[in-house]
């Protein structure tokens, strides 16, 4: 690879990342984007495709949805059991809750949370440029015992809100989960394989931790981060490649700060 090539490919991965940022630091709490317009609404075994958009706007339950590159906005209550996405975003407004099923983000895929999102399964990224954002500090996810796993290229998780997970697997080198100020990341389980996959650019933000630890690589280079380890929480074994939490800021059980691991 040439200087120029490589010049230029460090320089698209860093406006990669810096936009990943910029959801962190400047959410849209208003949801005054594309979400608030009107359009057709979404029915059941519907195709969305690139370049439409379908809505689903009342109570809503949707037994099976394929996203195939287009958009699906949430402004209601929405229950949908089956989705097979294949490229394509996904918006829950400020007003909207959703009950999403188990999904593959298979690459250019993004689900953007300004309201309530429950998930009654696992959600797994491969490929690349995939994408969620838990937008405003009113936002909220839910996975239950669930889990989410950051795989793929230049992948994101930003949590600018609350968010509940069972298992929270960072599977990516160049994949990112940025967490704004005053976030809650609450999760039972974490592992992660690469080094510094979370950010908290700005202020502080918290990782609760209920069970167990495998922490390959040190977590994190950020201060910013705290660390709340639960009652029956397992700390990670001490390998000669991780630090474990990285210069995360460790709490004592009732999530007073005790120091750095």
């Known amino acids: 690879m040439t200087n120029y090539n490589r010049n230029h490919f460090l320089f698209v991965i860093l406006c990669l990342f810096n936009a990943v940022i910029t959801l962190a630091q400047k959410p849209d709490p208003d949801g005054t984007r594309q979400a608030d317009k009107p359009c057709e609404p979404a029915k059941d075994y519907a195709i969305i495709k690139k ?14 949805l394929t996203l195939e590159g287009g958009t699906l906005i949430i402004s209601g209550n929405a229950r949908i059991n089956n989705l097979a996405i294949n490229k394509g975003q996904i918006i829950i407004t400020n007003t909207a809750s959703a009950i999403l099923p188990s999904m593959i983000f298979n690459g250019n895929v993004s689900l953007i949370n300004r309201g309530s999102v429950t998930y009654t399964g696992n959600v797994t990224m491969i490929n690349g440029n995939n994408q969620i954002v838990n937008e405003t500090p009113e936002s909220k996810m839910n996975w239950g015992n669930s889990e989410l796993n950051l795989g793929g290229r230049q992948s994101s998780f930003v949590n600018n809100g609350s968010v509940v997970l069972g298992t929270l697997r960072l599977d990516s080198k160049s994949g990112k989960t940025v967490l704004g100020p005053n976030a809650a990341l609450h999760v039972v389980n974490l592992v992660n394989n690469y080094s510094n996959s979370i950010f908290v650019p700005n202020g502080i933000a918290t990782l609760t931790q209920s069970g167990y630890a495998q922490l390959s690589k040190p977590l994190t280079s950020h201060p910013g981060l705290r660390i709340c380890l639960g009652s029956n929480a397992k700390l990670p074994v001490p390998t000669g490649t991780s630090t474990g939490y990285g210069s995360a800021t460790m709490l004592d059980k009732t999530c007073n700060e005790t120091s750095k691991h």
């Not at 370049?51 to 706007?57: A, D, R, V, W």
């Open 51 to 64: 370049g439409e958009t379908k809505c689903l706007t009342e109570q809503t339950m949707l037994t099976y």
